[in-house]
C-alpha cells in the first residue's frame, strides 16, 4: 500500500501536469476557434469564401507579418517588447534596394540585409540588458533610427529590377488553385524553426525561464544576459528576412513602408495567445494570430467597407484577447 | 552652487540653453523678435506656439507616466476629437458664430475624455498592461476618426476656429496661452493639493499606497482620463492649425514626442516623482530641435534619426552602468587635477 500511493499521486500529478500543459495552450485553442468561426462565418455569409486560392494567398500575402510575429514572440516571451520591427523592416529593403540598383550581386545583398537587422536588434538588446532601458524605449530609439536611416538612403521609392529577389514572390508553385511562393515556404521554415528553437534547445527554454521570472533564472545560473540580448538580434533577423519577404511582395524600397507594423505584430501575437507579461506562448500561436489578421483583411475588402474597419476589428480582438488573458492569470496565480 | 548642481531641472535647462546658443550662432535672426501690428514674431514665438499641442499631451502624459502607466493612444485622440469638431462645424449652418464652435469644442474633448477614462478603466479596474491597454486605442483610434470624417479630409471655414492657433492675444500667440493655461492649471491642482503626492505615491508602489488609505485605483483612472482631455485640447489646436481634420496625419507620433519630452524633462518612465517643469523644457527642447533641423536644411523626414540618438543619450545618461563609469574616471581625474592647481583652495580660502 504503502508503494501504491506514490504511484497513485505520480499519476494524479502527471494528469495535473497535462492540464497545465493544456492550460498554456488554452489561448492557442481559443485563436484557432477565432480562425475557424470567421472561415465559417466567412463563408455563410459571402458564399465563396473558403477557395483554395484565398487560403493561399492568405499565407503568401502575410508572409513578411508572419517573420516578424515570429521573431517578436521571442522578445515577448522574455517579457519585452520590440517597436523597431517595421521600420527595421523598411530600412533592409531600401538597403537592398538601393545596393542592387547600383549593382550589387544578390548574393551579397540578401546576407547584408539579415545582418544589418541583426545589427539594430544588437543595439536594442544592449541598450535592455547592459544599460537598463526599458524595452519599450530602447526599440523606440531602434525605430526612430531605422525610420530615420531610410531617409538618408533615399527619399524616393526605389524599384527593384532583380529577377531572384521578385522571383521569391512571382514564382508560383502547385497547382492554379493550391499555391505557394517561395516568400510563403520561408516563411512556413522560420515558424518551423522558431518553434524548434524555442520547444527543444537550451537557448528556447531560457527564454521561457527568463519570461516566467528572471531573477529565478539567474539565480538558476541560466544566462539570462546573453539570452535577453539574443532575443533582440533574433527579432532583428526576422525583420531583415521580413524586409526581403516584403521587398519581393512589393518589388521597391520604399521608406514609408511597414509604418504601424509593428503593431500589427504585436496584435497578431497576442491574439496568437502569448502572453504580454512573458514566459507563456507558442511561434504556432503567433501563426494562426497572423492567419486571424489577415482574414479580418480580406472580409473587409469583401465586405468592400472602408479600410479603416481593419484597425477597429484588430484593436477589438486585441482587446477581448487581453482582457481574457487577464481573466486566465489571475485564475492561476489565485491557485 | 551644490544646490543648483543637485537640482533635476540642470540638465534639461542646460540642454535646451545650448540648442539656443547653437541656433543662435548659426542664424543671427534666431533670437530676434520683430513687432509687426503690435504682434509679436520670430522663431522663438514660432517654437511658443507649435509646441502648443505637444506640451498639452506631454503634461498628461507625465502623470500618467507617475503613476507607472503609458499612453499610447493621444495621436489617435487627437485624430478624433479634430475629426468630431470639425464634422460638426462643417455640417452647421453658422460655422462662424461663437456657439456653434463652442458645443464643438466641447463635443469632441468630451469624447476623448470618455476614451481617456476607458483606457483608464482597462488599465485601473482591469489590470490591463498599459501599455498594451493604451495600444487598443491607438489602434482603433484612427480608424475611428476616419470613420467620423467619412474617410475624407474634412476642411472648413471658419474665422473664430482659426482664431484658436492662428491669432494673437496681447501680443502673444492664443495658442501659448492655451498652453500656459494648461501648465498653471495642472500644476495648481497637482501641486497645490495633495494629488501630486498621492499620484508619486502610486507610482512608487501601488499595493503599499493602496494599503496606507490612498485610493489608487480612482486616481489612476482619473489620469487618464485627464491625458485624454488634454489630447482632445490638442486635437483641437492642431485641427484649427491646419483648419483640417486629417485623420491619418493628426497627431502621428506625438505620443512618441510625448514621452521623449517627459523622459527629457527628467520623469523616470518607472514612475513615481514626476516634474512638470521638467515637462516644460522637454518639450521646448524637442520644439527647438525639430525647428533646428528644418533650419539646417536637413529634410524633416530624417529627424527620426536625431531623434534616436537624443533618446539614446539621455537613457544613456539615466543608466546606472553608465553613471557608475563616469564617477569612476572622475574619481582617477580629480587626484591629478589635485595634484595639478595646489593654489587654487588657497585662493579660496583667503577670499
Known sequence: ?335 | MRRVLKNRLLWPIGALVALIIVNAISRPSFLSITVRDGELYGSFIDILRNSAPLMLVALGMTLVIATRGIDLSVGAQMAISGAVALTIIKDSPTPNSLSTIAVAVLAGVALTLLFGLWNGFLVAVLGIQPIIATLVLMLAGRGIALLITGGFITTINSTPYAFMSQGYALGFPFAFFVSLGAIVIVSLVVRRTALGVLTESVGINPTASRLAGVRARSITWALYGLSGLLAGFAGILYSSNIMAADANNAGINIELDAILAVVLGGTSLAGGKFTLAGTVVGVFIIQTLTSTITFLGVPPAVTPVFKALVVIIVCLSQSRRVRQWVRQLWQRLRPAAAAKSPAAPTQGAVA
Do not use: H
Not at chain 1, 521609392?157 to 508553385?173: F, P, W
Not at chain 1, 540580448?229 to 533574433?234: A, G, K, N, R, S
Open chain 1, 1 to 335: 500500500m504503502s508503494a501504491a500511493t506514490p504511484v497513485a499521486q505520480t499519476r494524479l500529478s502527471s494528469l495535473r501536469k497535462l492540464i497545465q500543459r493544456r492550460v498554456s495552450w488554452l489561448p492557442v485553442g481559443a485563436a484557432v476557434l477565432i480562425l475557424i468561426l470567421m472561415f465559417v462565418a466567412g463563408q455563410s455569409y459571402f458564399g465563396r469564401f473558403l477557395t483554395p486560392r484565398l487560403l493561399s494567398s492568405l499565407l503568401v500575402d502575410n508572409a513578411y507579418l508572419i517573420v516578424l510575429a515570429a521573431g517578436m514572440t521571442f522578445v515577448i516571451l522574455t517579457g519585452g517588447i520590440d517597436l523597431s520591427v517595421g521600420a527595421v523592416m523598411a530600412f533592409t529593403g531600401m538597403l537592398a534596394a538601393k545596393l542592387l540598383s547600383t549593382g550589387v550581386p544578390t548574393g551579397v545583398v540578401i546576407p547584408l540585409m539579415i545582418a544589418s537587422g541583426a545589427i539594430f536588434g544588437l543595439i536594442v538588446g544592449v541598450l535592455v540588458n547592459y544599460f537598463d532601458v526599458q524595452p519599450f524605449i530602447a526599440s523606440l530609439a531602434g525605430m526612430f533610427l531605422a525610420r530615420g536611416l531610410c531617409f538618408v538612403v533615399s527619399l524616393e521609392a526605389i524599384q527593384v529590377k532583380d529577377t531572384t529577389v521578385l522571383g521569391l514572390q512571382s514564382v508560383k508553385l502547385g497547382t492554379f488553385e493550391w499555391y505557394i511562393t517561395p516568400t510563403g515556404i520561408i516563411a512556413l521554415l522560420v515558424i518551423v524553426i522558431a518553434a524548434w528553437v524555442l520547444g527543444y534547445t537550451r537557448f528556447g527554454r531560457t527564454v521561457y525561464a527568463i519570461g516566467g521570472n528572471e531573477q529565478s533564472a539567474r539565480l538558476m545560473g541560466l544566462p539570462v544576459a546573453r539570452t535577453k540580448v539574443l532575443v533582440y538580434v533574433i527579432s532583428g533577423i526576422c525583420a531583415g528576412v521580413a524586409g526581403l519577404l516584403f521587398t519581393a511582395y512589393t518589388a521597391a524600397g520604399y521608406s514609408l513602408n511597414g509604418i504601424g507594423t509593428e503593431l500589427d505584430t504585436i496584435a497578431s501575437v497576442v491574439i496568437g495567445g502569448t502572453l504580454l507579461a512573458g514566459g507563456s506562448g507558442y511561434v504556432i500561436g503567433s501563426l494562426i494570430g497572423v492567419l486571424v489578421y489577415g482574414v479580418i483583411k480580406v472580409s473587409i475588402t469583401f465586405l468592400g467597407a472602408d479600410s479603416s474597419w481593419t484597425r477597429i476589428t484588430i484593436g477589438i480582438l486585441l482587446l477581448v484577447f487581453v482582457v481574457v488573458q487577464r481573466v486566465l492569470v489571475a485564475r492561476g496565480s489565485r491557485r
